[in-house]
């Protein structure tokens, strides 16, 4: 089992959500943060909470990953204590509308792409090429579901999740002889800010995604990223796929 005390973990999408999460789960096994999301009020609330209860340190930076030259900015001005990463959670990512593609806004399309598949690849050329250079690192992404099974409706999202499911076992490959472990944990129903940023802000038909059965939380997640980045040195998570319970497939959920 990999010690996580002291490492360096680099959160996107830190500022709630599975991100979140996984933040207060890495403070707990002693690890050094840097949390990274679009609403820096937020993070520094989240900064605080983590120092104060784990005793470890954050850093916490605004940060759009859809914005390639930010991005850049910021990983290259961490400075000495903060640039050898040791593991970057790629969290940052959303869902815009459940339309049927002929009635869909392009512009939900572009968010989508911008920040599940640009964002996800140009923090990760970043990161990674420090981890190349010390000959070491574990990139985790959150994938989804969608990335395995695409539904109706949500052709745009699940093209994005297939497209970070492409991305790791691409990367995968090319980081075996850099002794950089890449990984992707899949979630099927989560309830958190997801689906309400996916129908605009329209809380009740968030609410209804998950009406009738016990989603996962935010925090059944966590643990599986710390489960993944904890394996042994020779033991690799390739993919894991968790569900609720009563969710089979991505369409297919029992409610009561």
């Known amino acids: 089992m990999v010690m996580l005390k002291n490492k360096i973990v680099l959160i996107t999408g830190a500022s709630a959500g599975i991100g979140e999460a996984c933040a207060h789960a890495f403070a707990n096994e002693g690890a050094n943060l840097i949390l990274t999301a679009r609403r820096l009020d937020r993070l520094q609330e989240i900064k605080e909470e983590i120092e104060d209860k784990f005793s470890v340190k954050v850093l916490a930076e605004k940060l759009d990953v859809s914005n390639r030259d930010e991005v850049i ?51 990760t050329k970043e990161v990674v090429k420090t981890m190349v ?9 959150i994938g989804s579901i969608a990335g395995h099974q695409a539904y109706p409706g949500g052709s745009v999202y ?11 076992e691409s990367l995968r490959m090319e980081m075996l002889e850099h002794n950089v472990k890449v990984s992707t944990i899949d979630p099927g129903m989560v309830e958190t800010e997801f689906s309400e940023v996916r129908f605009y802000g329209d809380k009740e038909k968030a609410k209804n995604v998950y009406k009738g059965l016990k989603p996962l939380s935010a925090e059944d997640i ?34 009561e």
Not at 133 to 141: E, F, L, P, Q
Not at 160 to 168: D, E, I, L, N, S
Not at 226 to 234: E, N
């Open 73 to 123: 900015s910021v990983i290259k001005n961490l400075g000495e204590q903060w640039m050898n990463i040791d593991i970057l959670v790629n969290n940052a990512g959303l869902g815009r509308g459940l339309n049927k593609l002929h009635e869909d806004d392009p512009d939900g399309w572009d968010e989508m792409i911008d920040t599940n598949v640009k964002g996800l690849l140009i923090v």
């Open 158 to 168: 699940c093209a994005t999740k297939h497209a970070v499911r492409a991305v790791t």
């Open 222 to 255: 966590a643990e599986t990223v710390i489960f993944c980045a904890t394996r042994p040195k020779h033991v690799n998570i390739n993919e894991m796929i968790v569900m609720p319970s009563a969710q089979a497939t991505a369409m297919i959920v029992h409610r």
């Open 133 to 141: 250079r010390r000959k070491r690192g574990h990139v985790i992404n």
